[in-house]
């Protein structure tokens, strides 16, 4: 058995399949690229169980055979290689589930161990909504979100971005305790009944690698076990986190007397350099008139920093404690050149938002205050 490709045209969907195989791992079935060989058509597969990658490639064949190839040997050789055609000849050991893969290119003859087996056993789930979205607007929308997810196993729900479909409308909420987004973008489907599942941010980060075609489908399977992306040649299934989301409607604030409008980034950079001199990572922010003051000091040193920036205020008076990591990432993040921070008191939540957006909020960042010492 055999088929004929190029080094080019494997490398790409070996690359893709590899990210679903853990870098640790007992069971042999998730150490391998399982290829599934067809005429005229390479499926390649790789899973850790709980999240799968598919892939496929033309390929000159009239074989069929079903195989697994250890996913790390195979990457590495195809990536050492320059672009030249390659042929896979696959020949199996008597009496026997173990192979042998020999590769021929035009300057070489390479050996690689493989395993025959019976195609991968994939569950079949019935899928009952199906959304599709520009790839641009989908991986904004992860990138958005993802950051602020919790790295605590302890709340495993939070390690994850819900995802609420009601209406024409896609909301994504992300949070970790100190700090939460909400990212809203239209869908291609009108919902009626709200609808709720979480996605492992892990999933979403390696979406960010696997996708660059024009549009993305995502379903989700009957009983929100689980959720299927797919674009172009690419299909990546995964399970759900099945615990239930804490309710994050209740930690936005919905009445903030305190406005700032201000140059993005005036106040990411000053931010950055401000932060840099904190001995314990908080910032002191104060509120005067028409001026922003950012301040931070490291008392073990004697060393401190004091920045002043213009700004638009309406509200009396505030002076407000951050953590500055978390007032970076919330800034950087935000895109446009003017944004709005609403504020209510030291210890209540602060909101980031795009200027432009202060009416429909399809985008905020809401950040907790840190105690601070006078």
Do not use: W
């Not at 300057?107 to 520009?134: H, P, Q, T, V, W």
């Not at 986190?241 to 309710?247: K, M, S």
């Amino acid at each position: 058995m055999k088929f004929i490709t190029s080094i080019r045209q494997l490398q790409d969907p070996v690359s893709k399949v590899s990210q679903a195989i853990p870098a640790k791992t007992m069971d042999p079935r998730f150490e391998n690229v399982h290829l599934s060989i067809e005429p005229g058509c390479l499926t390649l597969f790789g899973t850790d169980g709980e999240l799968s990658i598919t892939a496929k490639s033309d390929v000159e064949t009239t074989d069929i055979a079903n195989v697994g190839i250890n996913a790390r040997l195979l990457q590495d050789f195809l990536r050492s290689m320059y672009d030249t055609s390659v042929t896979f000849n696959i020949e199996r050991q008597e009496i026997s589930d173990h192979g042998v893969v020999n590769i021929s290119t035009d300057k070489g003859k390479y050996k690689i161990a493989c395993l025959f087996e019976s195609k991968f056993e994939k569950y079949e789930k019935s899928y009952d909504i199906s959304l599709e979205f520009e790839t641009t607007d989908f991986l904004d929308l992860i990138h958005k979100t993802t950051f602020a997810c919790s790295v605590d196993g302890m709340r495993p729900a939070m390690m994850g971005v819900l995802f609420e479909l009601e209406g024409s409308t896609l909301t994504a909420v992300s949070t970790d305790g100190h700090r939460l987004v909400r990212c809203r973008k239209s869908s291609s489907l009108d919902i009626p009944e709200k609808q709720k599942i979480v996605v492992p941010s892990k999933v979403l980060s390696i979406l960010q690698k696997l996708f660059q075609h024009q549009s993305i489908t995502m379903c989700i399977d009957a009983d929100r076990r689980f959720v299927r992306f797919m674009s172009g040649n690419i299909i990546l299934d995964a399970a759900l986190i099945v615990e239930p989301y804490p309710n994050y409607d209740a930690v936005i604030p919905v009445e903030h007397d305190k406005h700032v409008i201000i140059d993005r980034t005036l106040i990411y950079d000053s931010v950055r350099r401000v932060g840099r001199f904190s001995s314990i990572g908080d910032i002191k922010m104060v509120i005067e008139g028409q001026v922003m003051k950012l301040m931070a000091e490291n008392t073990n040193d004697g060393e401190a920093a004091q920045e002043e920036l213009s700004c638009r205020y309406t509200g009396e008076d505030i002076t407000i404690g951050f953590n500055s990591k978390f007032i970076e990432a919330a800034l950087a993040h935000l895109d446009d050149k003017e944004i709005c921070i609403e504020l209510k008191s030291p210890t209540t939540a602060v909101i980031f938002k795009p200027h432009k957006e202060i009416e429909d909020d399809k985008l905020i960042i809401l950040v907790m205050p840190v105690r601070i010492n006078n």
